[in-house]
Structure formats: structure tokens, C-alpha cells
């Protein structure tokens, strides 16, 4: 029952009124003169006041009217889906089944295909049955029909995944499911063992008006409950040693009782390093910390197990150990993998004029400095750079160099592959005539500032990468540089100015070209012309301005399934110049599970990085497709820690959420007509006045004949 | 003395019809001759005068009164000449209070003014100074005790109205200063006042030597609480409502106003101040005659 104008309903405070009028003015209208109340007040007043309401038919006759007609100033109606619900018929079934890992806690998995099947059954052979699977994401497994044992079957075939819990996309893809059907009722089952974290209110959604929800919980195995939390990796570097790494892992009981001697065990590359053994107090957690173990050349597959020896090979593939080496019923959280990558260089190629090798001593010497990333420098001759030098680098710097045309050619092939150009401009600097329009800017003449006061850095793009790290007062100050000379620039349309001179000139003026990008710097990167080699934002602006064009970005250990890996960026991060991480060829990804697929790459997109989603426990491997020479990018994939959290949710709040605490939202296609056109289809209204004023009349009579009876 | 032959059917009226008649001496008269036409052993005829003179026997004289003891010491006729005992001083103290209006056939009020006419007259006749106060939450008219005053107490009577709320316990202090001599004060009133401040109040006339004689005037319905219809009750004197089902209440009203009118008289024969309720329906001059019989009891126990 729905309400037009429900603001009318205040009128019901109204029936307070026949109440009042009974228990007061009945008593009212006769007074009686007495000489003294002294007596009568010493009388109890309880006794009093028990018996003043007397004709109670009376009262109830006039609540009744006026309840009726404030109802029908309030315009009830009956919505549709109400009327259809009311009615019954066929029914539109959609089962949401959880299939999230913590469902493949114990028995709990073969008791929600159960409860499952339970719920199919219950379908007569006139309803329709879809099934939807859903952990972080949701798929109809099934579709609208009314073949119950296909349903069943489908149940059956299933198994819970490596994701966790999220209702959202699930009663989302319900939702269209019953908005498509014509059968009357809508009633939507959900299997779950409903973990709180899965469920975030969402106002948008909202299930087909008169819809029904069934929460059917699935509960849990009791019994012990561990889950590794991320492992922390610490990296030392001696001199003259191997880079060695230190793994902690950390692990939660999410049980009171305590767990003791809980064996952990750290693998390399499928063989067992070490195994150490922990206690774990009640709903608590404690860590561990293994030897140091020197990094490989290559990346390492490494794992942190809970539980006992597993056969190699199969913590390899899947990363998941056989229920029967485990510490408790829930394996997926027992595992976690990770990779230890060696920290590679990134290869900067440094342009020297020939004349001046000591230009570069700043810039090298800057360059030297720094873990992540590291910068491998080397000098170049501009002549080299017409050959194959240009490849094995991430970035060039062009420090004040005349370009040849034939070495521009081979930079434009270098940027538009993925490298990075930065060109500092001194006096020599040039560029061929007919490329400038491919140069961020366009080189002027000199500007000479040694007379009178050096030009200085204002207006930097706080927003932009290379700068952010100054954004905060206090974090280096670019204006104490002085600049005594600079070369004109004329920004290019689709160029980005990145910095100005106090004159208002454009000083640092970045181009994004294919995937990679260039930098024109107005005044050259040594002390010839400028002094901001010896300030102290000299190395962090060096630094930013190589991790920027280079396209690092520091690559995590592990990542969680349901996050998406930029292979992009992996492969810069492993070392790879840009040559050989250029569109030219596809990739292959061998998922955890052995699933082979290629990664098309979208070469005509200006998309500077290629991604992929990770769906599987445990280890994914890219390679460059048709070449081993590449570097092999390793992604370890984890579940979600907060799948293996038991603490459950009230189903009825995810009820409540969805239909709007019982009220059935309108969001249905049933519900097409508009709520005043319902109501006035329907006029309730009508019946209620008529009924009201019956009462009245009826109220009238009785009130008559008391009052004479009374007489 | 001379004795009145009574109005035929005059005794036991009916107040209601006594209340009618607006001479109020007239009234007294008549509700008082029939009283004494029938008991002519009261003990204030003639039991209050003592022995003045003796004076020679004339012809007429009655031979009852004839001293026989002088005769037969001096042989000669004399007469025993006896002087009435009217040094009395006798005061009516009446509640003219709001409460006193009400009555259902006759006003508290009207009966009051008829017992206190008719005591009065009593009273004169007997040669006592009268007088009269009537009083509400203060004096309202004072009418000092005296032989000639018998008339203005009438009058007095006469103008009485239950106008205002009233007070027992104030004004009766008050007078209880004025009344320096010993005498009978009679208090008409419905008493709607707790027992122990009444008899604070009217302790205080006892203790001065007066004999104090009670009349507690009430109507039916004050005691029967015979009301069937709920409605407000609204105090006459206060203004105050109370929503009343009487059907619930009367049972214990009525036990509440008996263990006042209890509580009355069992205070009243302690300090020995004569207590009498007076029911409006019954007739005057038989709670009269019930108030000589008492006083005649309580003469001979005292």
C-alpha cells in the first residue's frame, strides 16, 4: 500500500480529539455545585479516572471515520508489483550463489550447493530459474528457465574461486534479470555465508518494485582459522655482495583458541628455504622473520606457506597447497606469493657534444646517486646515436646538442617506441628544419641575461609529475637558481608548459609523442649557463625528471586478485629499453592455473601501457611474444585478506538495503505507469471516504439514542 | 408567663415550608410555643430563677407561691417573689459561608437562620441577652448580647446571605477575645473543617467558661452522596472541579463524611461542648426538642 500524499496522514494525530472528548467533555458539561470537595479529594484519584470512558462502541465508531478519512485525503493506492504479489503466479527466480574462497572453507562449499539445490527445487514447474555465480565479480551461469535440473547441474559444476565477497554486482545483474521478465513474481535467493565485508550500501541499487529476497546463510565449519597477511621484503646491498633480501611474514588467527607450533614455510622458485614454526594467540597475530636470502639474477618466485611440505610443482602452478597439508579448512588464505625482483638499472644514455666531456659531470654524477630506481648512465656521442646506440636506452639526454638529421630520425623512432627524450638547449643546440613541428617547442635565439638580473624559475606545474615532490612549502626552492642565459621557446600547441621563467617565458615544456615523451629544457643542464647544478633541487629534479620520462614506476611484490598489473610499467621496471618493450609484438600469459592466452597490443593506440586483470591464486607470466630475449615479467597474485575475516553480516540488512527497509523500490520496469496515474485508476480514496461518512451517520444514531437512554 | 396556644399542625413542619415564611420571629414563635405547649417539664421554665423578695398576699395572687413557713412564723399571708436568673449572655455564632448556600429543597443557610431565630427567641424568652455574629473568613455582623436585642437579631438574620468562601477557625478566635463574660454561645455551621481545627477554634470559647452547644448543619446529599450522573463536581467556596462517577465514589464518601461527623463528636464530648448534626429534611422543632433533651441529660450528668 502506497500513499500519494502520505503528509496527510499527520492527520491521524486527529483521533487523539474523540479520546479527549470522551474523557473530558463528557464530565464537562454537567457541573454540580458542592459545598466542599474536602472529602472527595482525600479519595484516591485512580478511582476516579478508571471509568470515565464508557461508550466505548461510541468511540470506536468515531476513531474508525476519522481514521478513514484521513486515509483518504492520503490517496492510497496500490502499486502494481503490490497487486501482482498479491495475486501470486509464476515466479521469476534468480539464486545467487557465493562462490567466493571463504565459501571453500570446510564443508561449507557442499552445504551452499545444497541449501542451493533446496531453493531450485522449491520452484514449481511454471516459475523460471537463472543462476548467478558472483565472488568480486558476477556471471549468469544460467539464464531464465524453467529446466530445474539444469540449474542443479550447474550447482553442482561449480566450485568456490579465489575472490572475495561483493553482493553489489551480483544483485545488480539480478536485478536486470527480473527488470527482463514478464512472470509476475520476482524473488531473488541468495546462498551466502554473508561476510560483512562483502556488502557496501549502495543507494543506486535497487531490485524491480515488489521483488522478493530470500538470504539463505550457509554457516561455517567451526574450527581453527589462520590467514597469512602480506609479507614484508628488506632489501640490503653491501659492497662488493649480492643484493639479499629479508622476508617477515605475518600471521592472524581469526579464532579464539590459540594456535601453537604452526609451521610457516618460505619457498624460492618451488623449493622449500626455510620452515619456522610460530604460536598465535586467539584472535591475534604474530610474525615471522626468515634468514636473508641473496636476490638471483632473475626474478624469483617466492611463497610463504602455512602448513607442511608440498609436492613441488604444485605450489608453482597454483599456489594453493592440498587441504590435507594445511593448517585449517580454508587453504587460500594459507598461501602467500610474492616476487623478488632484482633491482635493475634504468639505462640513460647521456649525449655529450664531443668537445666537452666534463659538461655531464652534474647530470652523471646526479644520475649516480639513487636506489629506486637506479640510473645506469653512459656517454654517447651524437654520432653513436645514428647507429643502435639509441636502444639500449630508456632515456637520452641531450645536453646542448646540435642533432643531425639523421640522428633525429632515429630519436623520433626512440620516442614513439616508449623512450624518453630530454633536451637541455645551451647555444650549439639545434634541430633539423622541417622536424621542429615534432619538438615540443620551437628553439629561439639566446636570450642573454647577464646584465642586470638573472632570470629565474617561476610558475612551476605543482600538479605535474616532475614537480609534485615540491608542491609542499619547504620541499625544495627552484627560484634561488640563477639563469644567465636561455633560448627562446615558442610552446607547441599540444605541448605542456611545465615551468616559466620569471619573465613569463617558457623554461621546461614536455610533448607526449607515440609512448614515449620529450622534454625541452630552455637552458642547458651544466653550470655554462645556469647555476641550478649546484642547488639542492638540482638531484631531486634530476631524479624526477628520469623516473618521469623513463616511465618507471616502482612494481609491488604481489599483487591481489581482482587488481590489474600494468605490463607496461613491469616491463620498465624489469629492465627492459624501449626498444623492447615497443608495440611490435604481442604478449603471452601463462596464468597460474597453465591457461595460455595472448595480449593483443593495440599498436595504433596512443595508450602508453597494456593491462591485466589477475583472476587466479598465485603466479602469472608475461612474455614478449615470438621473442625470449625479452625480459619475463612475474606477477604474483594473492586473495583478498578480507575474504578469510569469518565476521558475518545480518542478511536482513542486505534485505533492507536493497528494498529500501521493506519498502520495494520502483526501479522495476512494472512499474511503468506513474504513481499518480495508479491512484487514480484505482480511487481507494473514494471507498474510504464513503466508508467514513457511513460511520459518521452510524456514530450519529448510537450518540442519539445513549443520550436519550441516558435521560 | 404567658403561654401561647400553639398553631394547630404547626409542630414537626416541615422546614422547607417554615423557610417560606418570611417573618422570621413569627416563625420562632410558632415552632417554639408548640415545642414548649408539649413539654412543660423543660427544665429552663422556671428552674433558672432564685428566691427576691417576699411581699404581703393580695387577692388573685396564686396560693402555690404562698410561703407557709412565714405564715406560720408571723401569721400572715406572704408571697414568695422569685427573680429570674436573665444575666445570661446568649450568642448565636452562624457560618454565613458560601458552602452555607447549598441544599437541595431548603439552603443550609435558611435552615440555620430558622434554628438560630428559634434558639434566640428561646432564649429571650427566658429573659437572657441575646446576640448574634455571623461570621464567613471574617466577622460579617455583630450583633453584642444584650435583653433589647432581640429584634435586631431577627433583622440581622433576616439579611444574612452565603456570599463569600469561609474561614471557622479565624473569625472564632477573634470573638473569642470579645465574649468576656460566661455564657451559652450556640455554633450553627457545616463544619468543612478538619475536627482538630474546629475544636481549636471552638476549645477556646470552652475555655472561658461558655457553654458552647454545636450545630452541625448538613444537607441530605452532603451525607448520602446521592448523585448518579457523572459530572464535575465544583467546590462552591474554592471554585475547584473534580471530574466525579459518583457510582464509584459514594461508598467512600460516605464513610469519610461519618468518621468526620464521628470524629466531631467524639472530640466534642471530650472538651463537653454539646455536639448535634442537624439533617436539613428533618423538622426544626424536632431537632430542637432533641437539643432541650440533650441539654436537660447533659444538666443532670454535669
Known sequence: MSFLTPLFLLGLAALAIPVLVHLTQRERKSVIAFPSLMFLKKIPYESVQKRRIRDWLLLALRLAALALIVAAFARPFLRGSEIAAAAGGAREIVVLLDRSYSMGYGDTWSRAQRLAGEAIASATPADRVSLVLFADNAEVALRSTPERSRAVAEINAAAPGPGGTKYGPALKLAGSALAESLLPRKEVIVVSDFQRGGWQPDDTLRLPGGTVITPVLVEGASGPSLALTPATLLRTRDAGQPERVTVTAGVLNRTAAPATKVPVQLEMDGRIVQTLSLDVAGNGSASVTFAPVSIAATTTRATVRLGLETPKGVAVQTGIAPASSAVDALARDNVFNFVITPSAPVPVTVVTPGTRGDANLYLTRALAIGEAPRFETSLQSVEALAGDAANRARLLVLNDVAVPEATAVKLVTFVEGGGGLLMALGPRASWPQGREAWLPATMGAPVDRTRGAAAKLSGMDYGHAVFEPFRAPRSGDFSTARFYSYRGLKAAKDATVLARFDTGEPALVEKAIGLGRVVMFASTIDLSWNDLALKPVFLPFVHQLGRHLSGFREQPSYLTIGEVLDITAAEVAAGATSSASRSEGNRTVLAPSGQRRDLAMNSGSSASSVALELLEQGFYEIRVGGREAGPVIVAAANVNLAESNPERMDPKELVAGVTGGGAAGSTGGQDVLPDEAQELAQRVWWYLLFAGILLLIAETVLAQRLSRATR | ?302
Open chain 2, 1 to 302: 408567663m404567658s403561654v401561647h396556644q400553639p398553631i394547630p399542625g404547626a409542630r414537626f413542619v416541615d422546614p422547607a415550608v417554615l423557610a417560606r415564611i418570611g417573618n422570621l420571629e413569627m416563625v420562632a414563635k410558632t415552632v417554639v410555643d408548640g415545642l414548649i405547649n408539649g413539654t412543660h417539664r423543660s427544665p429552663f421554665f422556671g428552674a433558672s430563677v432564685d428566691f427576691a423578695e417576699h411581699r404581703g398576699y393580695v387577692p388573685g395572687d396564686d396560693i402555690r407561691r404562698m410561703d407557709w413557713r412565714v405564715y406560720a412564723r408571723t401569721d400572715k399571708y406572704y408571697i414568695k417573689e422569685f427573680e429570674a436568673d436573665s444575666n445570661s449572655n446568649f450568642s448565636v455564632l452562624l457560618d454565613v459561608s458560601k458552602s452555607m448556600s447549598f441544599g437541595e429543597k431548603i439552603a443550609k443557610l435558611d435552615y440555620a437562620k430558622t434554628l438560630a431565630a428559634c434558639l434566640t427567641y428561646l432564649a429571650n424568652q427566658q429573659r437572657d441577652r441575646v446576640g448574634l455574629v455571623t461570621f464567613d473568613e471574617g466577622i460579617v455582623d455583630h450583633v453584642p448580647p444584650s435583653a433589647k436585642h432581640m429584634d435586631v437579631v431577627l433583622h440581622t438574620l433576616d439579611r444574612a446571605k452565603a456570599e463569600r468562601p469561609g474561614h471557622l477557625v479565624a473569625p472564632i478566635k477573634r470573638l473569642a477575645e470579645h465574649f468576656g463574660r460566661r455564657g451559652i454561645i450556640v455554633v450553627i455551621s457545616d463544619f468543612y473543617a478538619e475536627p482538630s481545627e474546629v475544636f481549636d477554634a471552638v476549645g477556646l470559647l470552652r475555655f472561658r467558661g461558655n457553654d458552647v452547644v454545636l450545630f452541625h448543619v448538613l444537607d441530605p446529599q452532603e451525607i448520602d452522596f446521592s448523585f448518579v450522573e457523572p459530572s464535575s463536581f465544583e467546590d462552591l467556596e474554592s471554585g475547584d472541579q473534580m471530574p466525579i462517577v459518583p457510582a464509584a465514589l459514594a461508598d467512600q464518601y460516605r464513610s469519610l463524611v461519618t468518621a468526620h461527623i464521628e470524629a466531631l463528636t467524639a472530640r466534642a464530648s471530650q472538651q463537653q461542648i454539646d455536639y448535634m448534626l442537624l439533617n436539613t429534611s428533618q423538622p426544626l422543632d424536632y431537632a430542637l426538642f432533641r437539643f432541650l433533651s440533650m441539654r436537660e441529660r447533659m444538666a443532670h450528668t454535669r
